[in-house]
């Protein structure tokens, strides 16, 4: 069975240019949730969706958006980037919304220029 | 405000010994619970061990135990055996209950090197 996917693996892009993350999680999982690393640092939380509905946000800026779509694909939008944008962005599905077993995709590694 | 330390940026074991990671944590709230990733240089992250803050008894999951001290509020990473595969980061990380959601708080990690 196929993990989590996301794409794209890596991108450029710089300083107030737009951003579209995705995700893909496993089969039959219905919960997904993104998180920012930055290097050196742990993950941190941004959003999390369940059946198509934000069950969580962290304390990130409103130039962060995400949605779920019906078969629970996810995307993560970050407008007008900054250069502090730069990090490695983990999409993580789970069987249920309140589960800290978390199944995570290799990231996206998006660099700010 | 929850918060995890791990103080050991990095760590060196031999390869078939046991080796602890440190964590402490910090929250109020009386429900909660703490897990345990490992980190590769592939990027995702893989789930090791998970302990609810009822749970009477310390996680075991094959190689890895979690020694968790409640009034103490630490929750160490045991390997036992260390594998060369085992270098990688490691996180603590936890998650309140309360929020019924997936929000983990996770710590800045430690390396892990299991020399030959």
């Known amino acids: 069975d196929a993990g989590v996917t996301q794409s794209p693996t890596h991108l450029i892009k710089t300083r107030g240019q737009h951003v579209t993350l995705r995700c893909s999680p496993i089969?039959?999982?219905?919960?997904v949730s993104w998180y920012q690393q930055v290097l050196g640092q742990g993950p941190q939380f941004i959003f999390q969706?369940?059946?198509?509905?934000?069950?969580g946000r962290g304390n990130f800026p409103d130039r962060f958006s995400a949605r779920q779509f019906p078969n629970y694909s996810s995307e993560l939008n970050v407008n007008a980037l900054l250069l502090g944008d730069s990090a490695l962005y983990l999409c993580?599905?789970?069987?249920?919304?309140?589960?800290?077993?978390?199944?995570f995709g290799e990231g996206s590694r998006l660099t700010v220029l | 405000a929850q918060k995890i330390t791990q103080t050991q940026p990095g760590m060196f074991v031999q390869e078939k010994e046991a080796v602890t990671l440190d964590c402490t944590y910090d929250?109020?709230?009386?429900?909660?619970?703490l897990f345990w990733y490992k980190q590769p240089s592939s990027g995702e992250m893989i789930f090791l061990i998970y302990?609810?803050?009822?749970?009477?008894q310390n996680a075991t999951e094959g190689r890895y135990s979690l020694n968790f001290q409640k009034a103490r509020k630490s929750a160490n990473l045991v390997i036992s055996a260390s594998q060369l595969g085992d270098s990688a980061m490691y996180f603590c990380?936890?998650?309140?209950?309360?929020?019924?959601?997936?929000?983990?708080?996770f710590g800045t990690g430690t390396r892990l090197t299991v020399i030959p």
């Open positions: 993580a599905s789970s069987l249920a919304s309140n589960t800290g077993e978390l199944f």
């Open positions: 089969s039959g999982h219905k919960s």
């Open positions: 969706y369940y059946e198509k509905e934000e069950r």
């Open positions: 929250t109020s709230d009386p429900s909660y619970g």
């Open positions: 302990q609810g803050s009822y749970d009477q």
């Open positions: 990380a936890m998650r309140l209950d309360q929020t019924g959601a997936n929000n983990l708080f």
